[in-house]
């Protein structure tokens, strides 16, 4: 079969508008490799940050754990002192009241002219008895 000019032309034509879409589709291709690229690189990022941000929950929850433990002991702490100065609180009413009862105890008013006398025999000597 002979390949006229006409034909010759109408290939040629053909040949260049494919190689015009090879072309197009070639940086089309590149474009598409280059955003792959950049966004395979934007993944990797938020991978890092998701793990940074893992990583620091961790270091938050010991921490609040920490906290927890410490606030625990400052309960337990603090429920001991109150116990401490409650009975530090009875016992002083107990010896207020005992100190009440000898204050107006009959030997107490009885003895008292005795040690206003043992008291002004001390300052008499300077302070000693």
Not at 12 to 41: D, N, P
Not at 107 to 121: I, K, M, Y
């Amino acid at each position: 079969m002979a390949v006229t000019p006409e034909d010759d032309g109408g290939r040629e034509r053909r040949l260049a508008a494919l190689k015009e879409e090879i072309a197009a589709r070639t940086g089309e291709l590149e474009a598409s490799e280059t955003k792959r690229r950049e966004l395979e690189a934007e993944l990797a990022e938020a991978q890092a940050g998701r793990l940074r941000a893992e990583s620091e929950l961790r270091v938050a929850r010991a921490a609040r754990l920490r906290l927890e433990a410490d606030i625990a002991e400052a309960r337990a702490e603090a429920e001991r002192l109150g116990a401490a100065l409650a009975e530090a609180e009875a016992a002083r009413g107990e010896l207020t009241a005992r100190i009440a009862e000898v204050l107006a105890s009959t030997s107490w008013r009885l003895t008292a002219p005795l040690r206003q006398g043992v008291e002004r025999l001390r300052r008499g000597r300077g302070g000693r008895a």
